[in-house]
T-cell receptor, first 113, second 112 residues
Framework: EAGVTQFPSHSVIEKGQTVTLRCDPI?????LYWYRRVMGKEIKFLLH????????ESGMPNNRFLAERTGGTYSTLKVQPAELEDSGVYFC???????????FGDGTRLSIL | QKEVEQNSGPLSVPEGAIASLNCTYS??????FFWYRQYSGKSPELIMS????GDKEDGRFTAQLNKASQYVSLLIRDSQPSDSATYLC????????????FGSGTQLTVLP
């Protein structure tokens, strides 16, 4: 069974540019989560999808971040325009249902210059 | 006060020893607790989940939960150099939200 896959593994962009991160959850997992870890801090929750619906987006930092999960399969997280403080590692996780443990991808390391 | 706290370490133990990792949490209503292992540049990998007071064993790993003291720990017996990693404590807080709240992680080094 393939795990959670994320693309790209690394992204380096300049301040003001746009970046889109992609996450493919484990097949059959309706629940998809985005988290991020900024330098020196804990992993923090961003948002939670159940199928294509946003269940909880309380962790999204501001309106420069847009997450989508059209069709309830893969998800994208777009940052537009990127700011320096957006640098960090963005993780995606999925679970079969919301009470099951979450399984994480390797993350996308985002660097804003 | 942080919602989930771990000793950041680093923690060093000799090969073959028992490594003990500790975590406390502030939300008394929390019901689900997880330990993840993370190698540098890799995904957090789930190694233990625990939901009830007491001990849960899986191979060389034992998770211990004490809800009265709001404390969860992970013991690694017969530690191996391959166990060297960062160990993350994660808690599913009470309420309807399904997000995990993480501690800052404990870096463990097992010395050959």
């Amino acid at each position: 069974e393939a795990g959670v896959t994320q693309f790209p593994s690394h992204s380096v962009i300049e301040k003001g540019q746009t970046v889109t991160l992609r996450c493919d959850p484990i097949s059959g997992h309706d629940n998809l989560y985005w988290y991020r870890r900024v330098m020196g801090k804990e992993i923090k929750f961003l948002l939670h999808f159940v199928k294509e619906s946003k269940q909880d987006e309380s962790g999204m930092p501001n309106n420069r971040f847009l997450a989508e999960r059209t069709g309830g399969t893969y998800s994208t997280l777009k940052v537009q325009p990127a700011e320096l403080e957006d640098s960090g590692v963005y993780f995606c996780a999925s679970s079969y249902d919301s009470n099951q443990p979450q399984h994480f991808g390797d993350g996308t390391r985002l660097s804003i210059l | 006060q942080k919602e989930v706290e771990q000793n950041s370490g680093p923690l060093s133990v000799p090969e073959g020893a028992i490594a003990s990792l500790n975590c406390t949490y502030s939300d008394r209503g929390s019901q689900s607790f997880f330990w993840y292992r993370q190698y540098s540049g890799k995904s957090p990998e789930l190694i233990m989940s625990i939901y009830s007071n007491g001990d849960k064993e899986d191979g060389r790993f034992t998770a211990q939960l004490n809800k009265a003291s709001q404390y969860v720990s992970l013991l690694i017996r017969d530690s191996q150099p391959s166990d060297s990693a960062t160990y993350l404590c994660a808690v599913l807080l009470s309420g309807s939200a399904r997000q995990l709240t993480f501690g800052s992680g404990t870096q463990l080094t097992v010395l050959p």
